[in-house]
């Protein structure tokens, strides 16, 4: 069954009428979006919608009233955008509450657009800090203890399998290549304090300027060896010891450099938010975005801000399945 879409909102006249045409399966679920504005349009473009959902839309534009295709049409899901500044008349936020008790799904559409995407669009971060109680998570106490326990219980456990890994590579290390066998670089943790972060060296030995470029894909600073140990994360093992030290987590947003993160500031100022909680081994992002490069960063930051938000001893056992699989796919740079 094929569908078409159309967003017309007034609180965009440069853009206007935007058309998407979508192919929709029979079993997609009805949805109605009320009074579309910029959060709708970005999240009509969300990849795999279609799949899941056929979308409508009503606003003040249309000849029905709101009330009146409700009463008419059936939507399995109603959205209602924040991202428009409307509100509805008392009648029809009636006729909405109604729906909750006839048992329809009624959803704020930015939740419900974090909740399908899993990640927290950059687009709409304004509307998200104003409508959301995001980003608390450095005030759950008893949540941060409890991962913390838990940081310190496995990384006590994966110590001594760490280390036997950690000293034959730091003895292929040595065979294969010149320079020291450890790579130190100063990051930003927790409440923007910097920390010295621990990993096994992988690129030719040079001057600290040099290996402080971005990586690239096919990176000729990377030796035969560095590939495999990239590949395999082995080169992140050292870390453990940051994450007993309380500098870093085994789940969290990947520590960055300074200079790198003035620059994503800049760029984003709700970057920092980033640093509510302590930096991790491996995150949400890296199993959502293993091959992501440097000039993706502000995309891997919806994923990071998610994790911010949703963090949960439940979603850090998934990442962690998810990470083994990435390694055992060798899915990274």
């Keep these: 069954m094929s569908m078409e879409v159309y967003l017309q909102s007034e609180t965009l006249p440069e853009i206007g009428a935007i058309k998407v045409s979508k192919e929709y399966s029979a079993k997609s679920k009805r949805c109605l979006i009320v009074h579309p504005g910029d959060m709708a349009m970005e999240f009509v473009k969300e990849p795999g919608l ?11 534009t249309r000849n029905e009233d709101l009330v009146s295709v409700l009463a008419t049409t059936k939507y399995d899901v ?34 419900f657009h974090e909740n399908f995407a899993k990640r927290i669009p950059l687009t709409h971060f304004k509307t998200w800090l104003i409508h959301s109680d995001m980003f608390f998570v450095s005030s759950r106490h008893l949540f941060q203890l409890q991962k913390r326990a838990v940081d310190i219980g496995v990384s006590l456990m994966l110590a001594p399998f760490a280390l036997v890994l950690v000293l034959l590579a730091v003895l292929c290390i040595k065979c294969t290549s010149k320079g020291p066998a450890f790579f130190i670089q100063r990051r930003v943790g927790m409440k923007g304090l910097t920390f010295e ?31 495999i140990l990239r590949k395999t994360k082995i080169d992140e093992l050292p870390q453990l010891y940051n994450v007993l030290c309380g500098h870093m987590s085994l789940i969290g947003p990947r520590p960055e450099k300074e200079d790198i993160v003035s620059i994503l500031v800049d760029e984003a100022p709700y970057y920092n938010l980033r640093h509510s909680i302590r930096p991790g081994v491996t995150g949400w992002a890296q199993v959502n975005y293993p091959t992501a490069t440097p000039e993706q960063n502000l995309q891997k930051l919806e994923y990071d801000l998610f994790y911010v938000k949703n963090a949960s001893l439940a979603l850090d056992f998934k990442i962690i399945l998810q990470t083994i699989r990435v390694v055992f796919t060798l899915n990274s740079l």
């Design 78 to 111: 109603v959205l209602l955008d924040p991202s428009s500044n409307k509100t509805l008349s008392k009648s029809q936020l009636k006729h909405v509450n109604n729906l909750r008790v006839n048992q329809v799904s009624v959803y704020n559409l930015a939740s």
């Design 50 to 60: 279609s799949n899941f959902y056929s979308v409508d839309y009503w606003d003040s």
């Design 197 to 227: 972060i621990f990993k096994l060296r992988t690129m030719y030995h040079s001057t600290e300027g040099t290996n402080n470029f971005h990586t690239v894909r096919n990176d000729a600073r990377i030796t035969p060896l560095g590939k």
